[in-house]
C-alpha cells in the first residue's frame, strides 16, 4: 500500500513539475559490506572502464531497500533559458536533453523551457528487454519516419522521450544505430532517468555516429563525464558545486549566456580563423612562388631572390601583424545583429565558411598575384637606367627589393579587402606593415654594403613607385571584381544582414544631420510582469499616466521639471501599457504516443510555453480571503463591492503610499516561495469566488527591494 501510494503521489508531484526523490533504506551486515567495499575500491581505482566498474560495484548493494517514502521540491529554470534554447533552435541546433528526471517532469521541463512546444508529437519509448526496445523502436521508425507514413504523423514535429531503463537496451550495438536514426529525425530528444556513464554514452553515440561537433553543457557532479566526453564541455558555476566547472572547457553562471558564446563569440570565431588560415597560406604562396619564377633566368640554381633579411622578416614583421588582426579582431556583424539573426550560425554548421574550394581559390589567386608581382618589375627594370652619381638598378638586389615592394603592399592590402570590419585599428596596423619595409631598407642600406645607398636609386624614381602601384591594382582587381559580383547578383544571408545593418546606420545618420531627435524609454518594474509598451509622439502634455494592469496603480510622471543636461531633450511622449496575456495550457489529443502500447493520449501535466517558464507571475495579483471583521483594523483592509470599486480602491491606496511600483502578493509566512502553477490557479478561483460575494480582502503591500 505505501508502494502505491508513493507512486501515486509522486506521479502527481511530477506532472506539477516538481523534482522527486524516493527515500529507502537497507541493513546492511558487516561481512557482506567489507567484501563490497573491496570490490568498490578495486573498481575506484581501476584505469580501464572506470566507470562501468563503479556502476556495476553499486548494483551489487544498491537491493532489496524498504521504501520509507518519497519527496518532492521545485527547481525552477534559471531566468532566460527558454529564451535561450528558442534561439539555438532557431539557429540549426539539434538540442538533446539527458537528465534524471522521471518522465513526467522531464516533460513538464522539456515544455517550460521551449524544446518542446505545441505543434510536436511526443514518441514515448518505453522497454523492460532488449526485444521489446527493438520492437519499439522498429515500429516508432516505419510508423512516423518510414514509406507509409500516415499524413498527420508525416506533417507533425516529433520529440523522442525515452527513459534510462529503455536506453540501457538501446544503447547496444546491434540498436544504437536506429536509436540514432531515430533521434536525428526528431527536432527534440529527451532521456530521461539516465545515469552519469548513460549520457556520456549518449553524447558518444552522437559525436562518432554522426561525425559532429557536440557540446555538453551541466552543473552538477553527475554531468563531469558527459562534460569531458564531448568536443566542448561547459560547466555552469551554482548551487550544485564546482565539479562541472572544473572538469569543463568554459565556465559561466547562467545557462542563457550559451547563446552569446555560440552566435556571436563561436561564429566569430569560426569566421576567423577559416579567414585567417586561408590568408596565411596565400600570403607566404605569393612569396615562394615569385622566387619560382626568377629560378627561370637563374637556370633554377636555388640562387635566392630576396635579401636574407627579407625573408627574415616577411612572416615576422611586413605580413604579420595585418592576419593577426583578422584573426583576433575581424566581425562580420556585431554581436546584437547576431543575437537577433541566429540563422547566420548555420553557415558554420554547413561549413560554407571554409570549405576545399575556397582553399584552391585561395592558392590560384595567389599563383596569379605572384606572377604579376614578379613579371611587370622585370620588365620595367630589365635593361636598368644609370644616376648622375654613378649608380645602377640592375643588379639583384634592386630586383629583389622591387618585387618583394610590390609583394608586401600586394598582401597586406588583400588582407584588408578580406577584413569585413574596417575600423582605424584596421588602418593602422596595414599601413604601418607596408612602411615597416620601406623603413628597413632605409635602415639596412645605411650600413649593409651590399645595399649602399638603396634608397637613393630607389626611392628617387617615380618608375619604382608606379611599378609598386601597378603590381597592387592588377593583383587586387580580379578578387575585387569577383566580390563585387557576388555580392551584388548571388549574396548570401551575411551580405544581405550587413547590407541591411549599414542602410539602417546610414539612414539613423541623415535623421540626426537633419535635426530629428530621438527618445529611448525604459521603465524598470520589481516585478517579473511582462508589458508591451505603446508609445505616442503626438502628444505634447506634461502630464502622463502609466496603468499597470496587475496592481491597478495610476502613476503620475511629471516632466516639467527636468535636469539641466535633459533640458534640450523632446518632451516625454504618452506611454500605455498593455498587459501580456497568459498563453494556454499545452493541450492536445494527439500530443502523446506510447509505444508499448501504441496508444495517442493527452499530456495530462501542466506545461507552459517558455514565456511562463517562471512563475514569477503567479505570485502577483493573488488576494486571500479572510473572516469578517470591523472596518479599521488595518489602513490597507477594505470591503469589495464591485471592480470599479475595487480598482478606485486599490489606486487610492497606491496613492497614500507614492511608491513607484507596487507588488500584491499573498499574504503568508513566506511570500517569496514560488507557487506551483496548479496551486495558483486554485488560488485564482478562489479570489473570483471571493470577489462576487462582497467578502473582504486583505492585501499586503510589499515595498520593492
Not at 522497454?127 to 508525416?154: I, R, W
Amino acid at each position: 500500500q505505501l508502494k502505491e501510494d508513493t507512486l501515486a503521489d509522486l506521479e502527481k508531484f511530477a506532472n506539477e513539475g516538481l523534482r522527486t526523490l524516493c527515500v529507502a533504506y537497507r541493513v546492511i551486515p558487516e561481512e557482506e559490506y567489507n567484501v563490497w567495499a573491496q570490490s568498490y575500491a578495486e573498481a575506484s581505482s581501476s584505469i580501464n572502464d572506470r566507470e562501468e566498474k563503479v556502476e556495476k560495484a553499486c548494483e551489487l548493494i544498491e537491493h532489496s531497500l524498504t521504501l520509507m517514502g518519497g519527496t518532492a521540491i521545485e527547481d525552477r529554470l534559471q531566468e532566460g533559458v527558454p529564451e535561450c534554447i528558442a534561439t539555438l533552435s532557431t539557429a540549426g541546433i539539434k538540442i538533446w536533453v539527458l537528465t534524471g528526471d522521471k518522465t513526467e517532469t522531464a516533460i513538464n521541463i522539456g515544455f517550460s523551457c521551449n524544446l518542446l512546444q505545441k505543434d510536436m508529437l511526443l514518441i514515448i519509448i518505453n522497454a523492460s528487454d532488449k526485444q521489446s526496445t527493438l520492437y519499439q523502436l522498429k515500429e516508432a521508425m516505419d510508423k512516423f519516419f518510414g514509406p507509409n507514413v500516415e499524413a498527420c504523423n508525416k506533417s507533425s514535429k516529433h520529440a523522442l522521450v525515452i527513459d534510462g531503463e529503455t536506453l540501457k537496451y538501446a544503447l547496444d550495438q546491434s540498436l544504437k544505430h536506429l536509436l540514432l536514426d531515430i533521434g536525428k529525425r526528431c527536432n527534440s530528444v529527451i532521456c530521461c532517468r539516465v545515469s552519469p556513464l548513460q549520457k556520456a554514452k549518449v553524447v558518444a553515440l552522437v559525436k562518432e555516429g554522426l561525425s559532429v561537433m557536440t557540446l555538453s553543457i551541466g552543473d552538477g557532479a553527475n554531468d563531469v563525464s558527459m562534460i569531458q566526453e564531448a568536443n566542448v564541455g561547459i560547466g555552469i558555476a551554482g548551487e550544485e558545486g564546482r565539479q562541472a566547472v572544473m572538469a569543463a572547457d568554459y565556465a559561466f553562471a547562467q545557462f542563457r549566456f550559451l547563446d552569446k558564446l555560440l552566435l556571436v563569440h563561436g561564429r566569430w570565431s569560426y569566421i576567423r580563423i577559416a579567414e585567417m588560415i586561408s590568408c596565411f597560406f596565400y600570403k607566404n604562396i605569393v612569396w615562394t612562388i615569385a622566387m619560382f619564377w626568377y629560378q627561370i633566368w637563374a637556370g633554377f640554381t636555388a640562387q635566392y631572390l630576396y635579401d636574407y633579411t627579407y625573408i627574415l622578416l616577411y612572416n615576422l614583421a611586413f605580413t604579420a601583424v595585418p592576419v593577426m588582426y583578422l584573426g583576433a579582431f575581424d566581425q562580420d556583424v556585431d554581436a546584437k545583429t547576431s543575437l537577433d539573426n541566429p540563422q547566420l550560425y548555420k553557415r558554420g554548421i554547413l561549413q560554407r565558411d571554409f570549405t576545399k574550394s575556397k582553399f584552391w581559390l585561395y592558392v590560384l589567386d595567389s599563383f596569379y598575384q605572384s606572377a604579376i608581382c614578379f613579371f611587370i618589375p622585370f620588365g620595367v627594370f630589365q635593361n636598368g637606367s644609370s644616376h648622375a652619381n654613378g649608380l645602377q638598378n640592375n643588379g639583384l638586389s634592386d630586383l629583389g627589393t622591387m618585387v618583394a615592394g610590390a609583394v608586401v603592399v600586394t598582401t597586406n592590402l588583400y588582407v584588408g579587402l578580406n577584413t569585413m570590419n574596417w575600423s582605424w585599428l584596421c588602418f593602422v596596423v596595414i599601413g604601418l606593415s607596408i612602411l615597416s619595409f620601406y623603413a628597413w631598407v632605409e635602415f639596412y642600406s645605411l650600413w649593409y654594403i651590399g645595399f649602399f645607398r638603396m634608397d637613393l636609386i630607389l626611392y628617387t624614381e617615380i618608375d619604382f613607385w608606379l611599378t609598386v602601384l601597378l603590381c597592387a591594382v592588377f593583383s587586387l582587381l580580379p578578387r575585387y571584381a569577383v566580390k563585387y559580383i557576388h555580392k551584388t547578383y548571388w549574396p548570401s544571408d551575411m551580405d544581405i544582414i550587413r547590407e541591411q545593418v549599414h542602410e539602417s546606420k546610414k539612414g539613423k545618420k541623415k535623421k540626426r544631420e537633419s535635426g530629428e531627435q530621438f527618445t529611448d524609454i525604459s521603465l524598470n518594474s520589481d516585478d517579473d510582469s511582462n508589458h508591451t509598451m505603446v508609445v505616442d509622439m503626438h502628444d505634447n502634455t506634461n502630464m502622463h499616466n502609466v496603468h499597470n494592469d496587475n496592481s491597478f496603480a495610476d502613476i503620475t510622471l511629471d516632466v516639467s521639471t527636468k535636469p539641466r543636461s535633459m533640458s534640450k531633450l523632446p518632451k516625454l511622449p504618452r506611454i500605455t501599457s498593455i498587459k501580456k496575456t497568459r498563453k494556454d495550457s499545452i493541450r492536445s489529443m494527439e500530443q502523446l504516443f506510447h509505444m508499448d502500447s501504441g496508444k495517442r493520449q493527452s499530456f495530462t501535466g501542466f506545461a507552459f510555453s517558455g514565456e511562463e517558464s517562471s512563475f514569477e507571475g503567479f505570485r502577483q495579483s493573488i488576494y486571500q480571503p479572510k473572516q469578517q471583521c470591523t472596518t479599521g483594523q488595518r489602513s490597507n483592509t477594505f470591503t469589495s463591492s464591485s471592480n470599479n470599486d475595487k480598482k478606485k480602491s486599490l489606486m487610492s491606496v497606491f496613492r497614500n503610499r507614492t511608491m513607484p511600483t507596487t507588488l500584491f502578493r499573498r499574504w503568508s509566512p513566506n511570500p517569496s516561495r514560488a507557487t506551483s502553477p496548479n496551486r495558483s490557479n486554485n488560488d485564482e478561483n478562489v479570489r473570483r469566488r471571493g470577489n462576487s460575494s462582497n467578502e473582504e480582502v486583505e492585501l499586503t503591500i510589499i515595498p520593492p527591494s
